[in-house]
């Protein structure tokens, strides 16, 4: 099992849409949990992190489910400027580990 | 305030050679980390420095080393380079201290491609 899955799309959604990302990780140990968009053939940009309580940022929200070991974007009234890829990522041993990324979620929004 | 610089932006490399690339961290940063990021795939762990010390290893060959120096600058250095070295290499930043020091920021990233 990947440490960390996501689906990787392309997800195609029409701007304005309510689009939804999931992300499962296999570490029960993990500490902290960030979304990252990265643009094509840039560096990632830290989007947002997740902690248990959950986090909003405007448009976005990102919710964490330890239980589950699911965490979850959730991106509203979506912009032509939020196409881009979106890595899941989990931080282990508190640095020690390094960032464990997903693949990424691809995603279009089209006008 | 400046981000995380890397150099050189590109390089291109022929197999069997070496070589090293360069990172400054975010101003006040004491922890690096570099990563691999082969096309399609998320960036991989490949080693993370705290105050000139190593603090974790990813699952990387021995042809990678890196070191930190007293400025917090860093080098990734890559011996014997093989094909499938070709990527692009991250390197990021993390602030000192408590819940913050566990988010890394990214650089530009210097493009490798091996022939």
């Not at chain 1, 309510?18 to 979304?35: D, E, G, I, P």
Request: charged letters at 20%.
């Amino acid at each position: 099992r990947k440490e960390v899955e996501q689906d990787p799309g392309p997800f195609n959604v029409p701007e304005g849409a309510t689009v939804a990302f999931n992300c499962t990780y296999s570490n029960s140990a993990s500490q902290s949990f960030f979304w990252y968009r990265q643009d094509c053939r840039k560096e990632p940009k830290l989007l947002m992190s997740v902690y248990s309580s959950g986090n909003e940022d405007g448009r976005f929200t990102a919710q964490l489910n330890r239980a589950s070991q699911y965490i979850s974007l959730l991106i509203r009234d979506s912009k032509l400027s939020d196409s881009a890829t979106y890595l899941c990522v989990v931080n282990g041993r508190g640095g020690a580990d390094g960032l464990t990324f997903g693949k990424g979620t691809h995603l279009i929004i089209q006008p | 305030d400046a981000g995380v610089t890397q150099s050189p932006t590109h390089l291109i490399k022929t197999r069997g050679q070496h070589v090293t690339l360069r990172c400054s961290p975010i101003s006040g940063h004491k922890s690096v980390s570099w990563y691999q990021q082969v096309l399609g795939q998320g960036p991989q762990f490949i080693f993370q420095y705290y105050e000139k010390e190593e603090r974790g290893r990813g699952n990387f060959p021995d042809r990678f080393s890196a070191r930190q120096f007293p400025n917090y600058s860093s080098e990734l250095n890559v011996n014997a380079l093989l094909l499938g070295d070709s990527a692009l290499y991250l390197c990021a930043s993390s602030p000192p201290g408590g819940r913050v020091a566990d988010t890394q920021y990214f650089g530009p990233g210097t493009r490798l491609t091996v022939l």
